[in-house]
């Protein structure tokens, strides 16, 4: 599966960082997006989707601070991430999403993702 997540790193409370999702052509044009997240010690949970058409959806607990988005012509997909709080820290995945009453992934390989710490 072709789904690389970059643009993490260490940002402080408050700060903003964008990540990107780079696809290939077959799944991105296909598919409904979604970014993923893993803190430590807990199960991963799903951030944001983003229909082919451009539709968006978020956690509450992201809500006005996260916006995702999609570069159709370009495979990627991107969220963009401001006032960050410690409790966003985590490793972020990418994957293809599907509804089926919920939003579910449709990928089970999930790639190295990309971390985020926030600290001062």
């Known amino acids: 599966v072709q789904l690389q997540a970059s643009g993490g790193g260490l940002v402080q409370p408050g700060g903003s960082l964008r990540l990107s999702c780079a696809a290939s052509?077959?799944?991105?044009?296909?598919?409904?997006m979604g970014w993923y997240r893993q803190a430590p010690g807990k199960q991963r949970e799903l951030v944001a989707t983003i229909t082919s058409g451009g539709r968006t959806s978020y956690a509450e607990s992201v809500k006005g601070r996260f916006t995702i988005s999609r570069d159709n012509a370009g495979y990627t997909m991107y969220l963009q991430m401001n006032s960050l709080k410690p409790d966003d820290t985590a490793v972020y995945y990418c994957?293809?999403?599907?509804?089926?009453?919920?939003?579910?992934?449709?990928?089970?390989?999930w790639g190295q993702g990309t971390l985020v710490t926030v600290s001062s």
């Open positions: 994957n293809a999403v599907k509804w089926v009453g919920l939003w579910a992934p449709v990928f089970n390989s």
């Open positions: 052509g077959s799944i991105f044009s296909r598919n409904d």
